[in-house]
């Protein structure tokens, strides 16, 4: 006979919330505020053991089970209707090892929480560009960030991974051990177990010199033909990507500009800080600027910097391509629809997927898109639910405008839920061998609420 939830409270050290609990409109909640569902069970597990016993709960009463490191997921994936969810905000900790350089961190960190925790070190790896977001969705879908160039995507930098499978073992996945599912885990997302803990290879980066460049929206061609060429060539400690952006009532922006759409280059320089200037020097010249912030920075306060702007609870709705090339056609497609962003929350991001990335062979691990040089996302972010018609058709239409431009696929952990339909193109040559490895994982498809490769 299945387990009742009273069994699984007797098995768990962490809450267990369900409907009427006093926790529960909270705990049912994820990031998006557009995602409104009501699980039955929410486990917030304290240890592997917990993680265990959710497992086997949802395997038994073969409900949807969601898995969610920091409720990120722009479709929403950290929650469902009426199944179990394995919510791991709880465990958070991070263990560093300064002489090897390598840290050990829990599945329900931060990027925030890690690198604090890795900064007292002078050390860093690859992540996201905000805090809030979960070094697990992140790193298992592949890792860009302002690192990625110097030291290749977040999951480059994984060593092993603790997993929780589908039928409740608990395994290690690395190059020596279960090296199939270390290769589908880094790219593969969350398709293959739950991660309880990640081991990553850290660099010495302390503090960075961050720059933010502010250029009138009318110059936007002149950035994107610049940023195209340029990002090839730049010494690989340079971060950057190029933004359209409703300028925030910052104190370096002048008052009258506040409100006002820009183009903006977003800069992270993490190599000696004497050259900060000589890099940044190009990029100044590119048009006449309206507003910087060249400022030296602890590398966390850089992470952190722009999460003030995007509070859980707004609405969420993302497209994303990888790109071989930024062609003209591409950039035509941004000048028209970049300077019309809609609210000062949402933008639209090139990131450069070159360097370090370009570095590792396509087969190499489950992300496959080592030859593409860019990964665009627009990314509609907005608080009003009311408006929801008018933002999301902003990222459809300008969705629509650069796509012809792009690759087949785009970038899982950018992907938003109606996209299921490009999974095989997100993985391209990868795909076949990673529905191997989910059948020989997860054959029932337990692990279904993520971009989802079946069995
Ligand atoms: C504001 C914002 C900024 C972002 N910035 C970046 C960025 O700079 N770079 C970048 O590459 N991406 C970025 N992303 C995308 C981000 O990588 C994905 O949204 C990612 O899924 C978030 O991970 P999470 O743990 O926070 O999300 P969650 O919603 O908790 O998890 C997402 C999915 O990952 C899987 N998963 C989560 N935890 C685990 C686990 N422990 N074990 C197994 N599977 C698990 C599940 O399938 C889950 O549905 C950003 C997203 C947002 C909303």
Redesign the pocket.
Same mark, same amino acid.
């Given at each position: 006979m299945a387990p009742t939830v009273d069994d699984l409270r007797t098995r768990v050290r962490g809450q267990t919330i369900t409907p009427g609990d006093g926790d529960y409109e909270t705990a049912r909640r994820?990031?998006?505020g557009m995602v409104d569902k009501r699980p039955e069970v929410i486990v917030r597990c304290t240890d592997v053991t917990d993680v265990i016993a959710a497992i086997e709960f949802a395997r038994e009463h073969r409900v949807d089970l969601?898995?969610? #490191? *920091?409720?990120?997921? %722009?479709p929403?994936?950290?929650t469902n209707d009426g199944g179990v969810v394995v919510d791991?905000a709880q465990m958070n900790g991070v263990r560093i090892d300064p002489r090897a350089q390598t840290a050990r961190a829990e599945?329900?960190c931060?990027w925030g929480g890690f690198n604090h925790a890795t900064y007292g070190f002078g050390l860093a790896t690859t992540g996201?560009?905000?805090a809030?977001?979960?070094?697990?969705?992140?790193t298992?879908?592949?890792?860009?960030?302002y690192l990625s160039r110097a030291f290749g995507l977040?999951c480059d930098n994984l060593i092993s991974a603790d997993v929780v499978t589908a039928d409740g073992r608990f395994l290690v996945a690395s190059q020596s051990e279960n090296e199939d599912l270390f290769w589908a885990l880094r790219g593969g #997302? *969350?398709?293959f177990? %739950?991660?309880?803990s990640f081991e990553y290879q850290l660099h010495p980066v302390k503090d960075i010199v961050a720059g933010l460049f502010f250029f009138p929206v009318e110059r936007a061609r002149d950035l994107l033909e610049f940023y195209r060429e340029f990002i090839q060539t730049a010494p690989e400690e340079l971060g950057m990507f190029p933004a359209f952006q409703i300028a925030p009532p910052l104190p370096f922006i002048p008052q009258s500009d506040h409100g006002k759409t820009f183009v903006i280059a977003v800069c992270c320089w993490a190599g000696a800080p004497e050259r900060a200037e000589q890099i940044f020097a190009p990029i100044r010249g590119v048009a006449p600027l309206v507003a910087e912030m060249v400022a030296p920075m602890p590398y966390p306060v850089l992470n952190g910097m722009f999460d003030p702007l995007?509070p859980a609870g707004l609405q969420?709705y993302w497209k994303s391509d990888f790109a071989a090339e930024l062609t003209d056609s591409a950039i035509k497609a941004h000048v028209e629809y970049g300077p019309k962003v809609p609210v000062v929350n949402s933008t639209m991001h090139i990131?450069p997927i070159n360097g370090a990335c370009n570095r590792v062979a396509s087969d190499a691990t489950a992300f496959a898109y080592r030859d593409a040089k860019f990964a665009t996302v627009i990314?509609g972010?907005w608080p009003d639910p009311a408006e929801n018609e008018k933002n999301v058709k902003w990222v459809k239409d300008y969705y629509r405008a650069v796509h012809p431009n792009s690759l087949a696929g785009g970038?899982v952990?950018?992907m938003a839920g109606d996209d299921q339909d490009r999974i095989r193109d997100n993985y391209k040559g990868n795909y076949d061998r990673l529905v191997a490895i989910k059948r020989k994982y997860d054959p029932t498809n337990l692990?279904h609420?993520?971009q989802n490769i079946q069995p």
């Open positions: 994820v990031y998006n969601s898995v969610r #490191g *920091g409720s990120h997921s %722009v929403g994936f950290g791991l599945g329900g931060t996201g560009i905000i809030s977001t979960g070094i697990a969705g992140l298992l879908g592949g890792g860009i960030g977040t #997302g *969350g398709n177990g %739950v991660v309880t995007l969420h990131y990314a972010m970038y952990n950018f692990f609420m993520n």
